[in-house]
């Protein structure tokens, strides 16, 4: 499944997802169509799989940085 043209690998810093990019991603998986707004719930539970998706990355560190994967990914949806 490729990714909306608007997500593209130079967005990713530091909480720099947008809303309108999860909508996106949203409508791209089926579960909004347009004219959907981003619930709270859908921004939960976007939380909760990109939590548990840096869970798995917090097993990684990098020595360059001094952080792990799970650190990156939670930064990357703003979440410090």
């Given at each position: ?25 949203a ?54």
């Amino acid at each position: 499944m490729p990714l909306p043209p608007d997500f593209k690998s130079s967005d990713f810093s530091i909480g720099s997802i947008s809303d309108t990019q999860l909508v996106n991603l949203a409508k791209l998986a089926g579960a909004m169509v347009e004219g959907d707004a981003l619930t709270p719930q859908l921004q939960e539970f976007t939380l909760l799989i990109m939590e548990k998706c840096a869970d798995v990355g917090d097993k990684y560190t990098s020595a360059k940085h001094g952080r792990t994967a799970g650190d990156e990914i939670r930064a990357l949806f703003g979440v410090y």
